[in-house]
């Protein structure tokens, strides 16, 4: 408040919209950048978050292990790519789900395990801590396990967390419905094509 003002205002910080933080399509699905990731993204799908430098927990008989890669959130899945996979050729067709994907209709909870406590992360909840794991409880009774490297960006690790929580259980009830709708579109599409030209 000014000295000697009768009247006071708040100014309000502009916050990013969640939609506003979706990584640039032409940028992450780029040919160059596809090689960089090795994420091959299906018709109509976008990829809203990646953290880089992150191990994903192998289950085996013999205890497993860790595989180092990166961590992508796009509003149809969660994908992992490991450092050491073979690059996708580009006339290949994409694959629905790898090995390392799994769909964000399948994900049951999210949960952040930081140095000293752990929070189910929900679309309404916020982080006050810097998460260095992250849980994925599956509905297939599938428990995934997403550690983040001592260097990783802390803000990745923050934003993706948010970016599965916020896209796992949408705020509005038709969000996951618009992959669906993008993706049987263009398939429809060109089924249309191929009748015609049948025809």
């Known amino acids: 408040m000014l000295t000697g003002s009768k009247t006071s205002f708040k100014i309000r910080q502009m916050v990013p919209e969640f939609k506003?933080?979706?990584l640039s399509p032409s940028s992450l699905n780029s040919r160059n950048s596809r090689d960089m990731f090795g994420l091959?993204?299906?018709p109509g799908e976008c990829v809203l978050q990646r953290a880089v430098l992150v191990k994903k927990k192998l289950c085996g008989p013999d205890g497993g292990g860790w595989l180092a890669g990166t961590l992508?959130?796009?509003?149809?899945?969660?994908?992992f790519v490991p450092?050491?996979?073979?690059?996708?050729?580009d006339n290949a067709d994409p694959v629905l789900l790898g090995d390392h994907d799994v769909a964000l209709a399948s994900i049951e909870k999210v949960v952040a395990v930081g140095p000293s406590r752990?929070?189910?992360v929900t679309?309404?909840?916020?982080?006050?801590?810097?998460?260095?794991?992250?849980?994925?409880?599956?509905?297939?009774?599938?428990?995934?396990?997403?550690?983040?490297?001592?260097?990783?960006?802390?803000?990745?690790?923050?934003?993706?967390?948010?970016?599965?929580a916020k896209t796992y259980q949408p705020l509005k009830p038709?969000?996951?419905?618009?992959?669906?709708?993008?993706?049987?579109?263009?398939v429809g599409k060109s089924w249309q094509v191929q009748l015609v030209t049948v025809m």
Do not use: W
């Open 20 to 22: 506003d933080k979706i």
């Open 40 to 42: 091959r993204c299906l």
């Open 72 to 79: 992508f959130c796009t509003h149809f899945r969660v994908a």
């Open 83 to 89: 450092e050491d996979s073979p690059p996708a050729e």
């Open 118 to 120: 752990t929070k189910v």
């Open 123 to 164: 679309p309404n909840s916020s982080l006050k801590f810097i998460p260095e794991e992250l849980v994925l409880y599956c509905r297939d009774l599938r428990v995934m396990r997403f550690l983040f490297d001592r260097l990783t960006p802390e803000v990745q690790a923050m934003e993706i967390t948010c970016a599965i």
């Open 174 to 186: 038709g969000a996951l419905s618009y992959f669906q709708k993008a993706a049987l579109g263009s």
